[in-house]
C-alpha cells in the first residue's frame, strides 16, 4: 500500500516538474529578451521541489 502511494507522488511530482520545466522554456522564447516571467517561473519551480520533497519525508 505504501510502495502504491509512493507511486502516486513520484508520477505527480515528475508531471508538475517537467510542466514548470517545458513552461519555463515556453516563457525565455516568447519573451525574447526581457527575463521577468523566467525569474518568476524558477521561483516556482524552486517552491514547487520543496512541496515534493516534504510530501516524500
Known sequence: ???NKFLKVAAVAILILAT?????IYTVKSIL???ENFGKVVLL???LKKIIFTIRI
Open 20 to 24: 514548470a520545466v517545458v513552461t519555463r
Open 1 to 3: 500500500m505504501k510502495k
Open 45 to 47: 519551480e524552486k517552491y
Open 33 to 35: 529578451g526581457t527575463n
